[in-house]
């Protein structure tokens, strides 16, 4: 049987809040390849060593319930979530605001070439044919935003490595902690609470220009939690 994660009231008890469990998709052929995939409408596959990284994914995860799985529109992201969680049955979201940063034209190309533009470019510049950082950290928080709108207690969200390091890094008490040159593993697990949320809720924003932040960045209180409360 599942251990669940619950919430609990009872006299002197602290509700311990939701559970949001994040994980780099597993090894795709892009990674293989050493090439760029960012354009959903080309799905791009597991390896089979990815498919392996996504079993042991699912063996770390098989004592907590599981009650929401997100991935993005990428094929990867979806295959992780699929192999991960085989035996039990969760709803599952396609949430596009957590999707890979679109490179436009660099999709197929080297990685090198990517960050070969990015050294001679800020992030508030598109890439050619795509968005710029700024846009995939706005939309980022948005996503986040959403989730914390929903009340599943334990979610489990596969997504990508600079979608995860942009929300590691802001939700972080200390962000210098985090290179942002060290490679996040694929298909390993990272854990947030509701407060750890907010947080990288409110550090996305504080790098995106006025100009691109959501209409409305104030976040609800949900449950009983206001964000100054964290």
Not at 190 to 205: K, W
Request: proline share 7%; charged share 25%; hydrophobic share 40%.
């Amino acid at each position: 049987m599942n251990m669940r994660w619950r919430r609990r009231s009872a006299p002197g008890l602290r509700t311990p809040g939701r559970l949001f469990v994040f994980a780099r998709h597993a090894e795709s052929e892009a990674n293989i390849a050493n090439a760029l995939s960012s354009d959903p409408a080309r799905p791009v596959a597991l390896t089979e060593h990815g498919r392996q990284q996504a079993r042991e994914l699912g063996a770390q995860l098989t004592n907590l319930g599981v009650d929401l799985a997100v991935a993005t529109r990428f094929l990867r992201t979806q295959q992780t979530l699929e192999i991960a969680l085989r035996s039990r049955e969760v709803p599952t979201l396609i949430e596009p605001g957590f999707d890979e940063v679109d490179a436009g034209d660099f999709d197929g190309a080297p990685v090198a070439s990517y960050w070969s533009w990015k050294a001679d470019h800020t992030p508030h510049e598109n890439f050619p044919g795509g968005e710029s950082e700024d846009d995939a950290l706005r939309r980022y928080a948005e996503a986040l935003q959403r989730l914390l709108g929903r009340t599943e207690p334990v979610t489990l969200v596969v997504t990508h490595e600079h979608t995860l390091r942009s929300i590691a890094t802001a939700a972080a008490h200390d962000p210098s902690s985090f290179d942002p040159h060290t490679a996040l593993a694929n298909a390993v697990p990272y854990s947030f609470d509701e407060c750890a949320l907010r947080r990288a809720i409110t550090g996305l924003l504080a790098r995106v220009p006025l100009a691109v932040r959501p209409a409305s960045a104030a976040l609800p209180a949900r449950g009983g939690v206001a964000l100054g409360s964290c």
